[in-house]
């Protein structure tokens, strides 16, 4: 439970610390509200039911305010102690995993395990983008690249190349579509705070109102008077109660920053222009100009989700483009001396192409050739998991393979390499350096 008041180090009023000023730090819109209410007079404990955020947040918040020097403590007494574990209220329900279950098909050359992955994380797109990711709400943009690329390797669909797969095809091109929005408007400062403060403190346009209606409804109808339900045990009490002071507090931020109607109408038909221009723009071949634009969009407009998905497609073409120009600077250097600048090129097509298995196998020689080894293994096996069929993926993870010493799997490499091209001059080579190597 939330700590009271009246424990030790509660009465403690923290302050912004001399020479700092809050339009000097880099916040979302919650926080900046959160740091709004830190006033010298504001006790620690009510800061935490009046911040505008989960109790749990207000204090990570803070003490990493306090941690950082921005932050001074006025008052006597230690530092707050913090709270013990609140649990948490019940999640809403996930997908039907009955439904889910009807939905695998045994004859598709996908794992029932992978299947399943797939379908529930298509179901839960309608997350926030940071859960999506499974980043931190205030996760730094190389926290969220970073994030954004291990999950692009799972689901993009060419990880899947030559595979049958069927509909999961396309499910796959939703996912790998949401997770570009995320990544990209997560990472652009302007429409990242402006969804977030979206997320947090904005009214819900009329289209919405009967959604955020049904959202503050109690759950379940309700029990009849003359059979009334039984009291709930204490574990629910508590999750209700921090849900309802949840609500209140968010329903108070809510009307302190509510936009008026006019400036609300004038930022949609901002948004809309800059939508039409961005489509012209398109039409044209004009990718980095149109993302640019809809980018704008959805900074006056974070409630349409028509925007968000043209922003998705077009940063998907731009990501294409981009990808086939660092591909062409890259080829013309990997036979050069400048083979350094060559993986730079190639690592960077990645983060836009990270499951082509052509880009991976150069990589993975690159990086062999500059002796970074862990992250040749890294190429060479993705490269072989995505295009099993190639001999010469094989042939590249078995020199890697015995560069770390791991005998016996870089032979099993180089056989399957010769299994799968019997005449293969690398896997030849290859195998007679193995040979050398073990005689020495």
Known sequence: MLAAPEMEGEGRRPRLAPGRRSVDLALTPAEGFLLSRVDGLTPWAVLRQIGGLPPEEVERCLRRWLAAGILVLDGSGPL?????????????????????????DASLALEPERQLRILRFEASLDR????????????????????YFKLSKEFHPDRYYRRR???????????????????????????????????????????AAACAAEEAAPAGPAAPEAAPAPPPDPAQQVARAR?????????????????????LQARRFKAAQLHKSARVALQRGSFSEAAASIRLAIAFDPWCDDYKESFARAQAQLSQQRAAELLERANESFGSSTRAEALSLYEEALHYRPCDPEVLQKAARLALDQGEIEKAREYAESACEIAPQEAGHHVTRARVLRRLGLRAEARAAVDEALRLDPRSAEAKAEL?????????
Do not use: N, W
């Open 80 to 104: 707050p102690a913090a709270p013990a574990a609140t649990p948490e209220p019940a999640a809403a329900a996930g997908p039907d995993e009955a439904r889910l279950q009807e939905l695998l």
């Open 432 to 440: 007679a350096d193995q040979r050398r190597q073990k005689r020495r």
């Open 165 to 207: 797969i069927g509909g999961f095809h396309g499910r796959l091109e939703r996912i790998f579509k949401k997770l570009v929005e995320a990544c990209e408007l997560l990472s652009d400062p302007t429409a990242r705070a402006e969804v977030e403060r979206f997320l947090v403190a904005e009214p819900a346009p009329p289209a």
């Open 128 to 147: 926030p983008y940071h859960e999506i990711l499974g980043v931190a709400r205030d996760a730094d943009v190389r926290t969220i690249k970073r994030a």
């Open 243 to 263: 849900e309802s002071r949840r609500r209140q507090v968010l329903e108070r931020l809510r009307r302190q920053v509510r936009i008026p109607e006019e400036i």
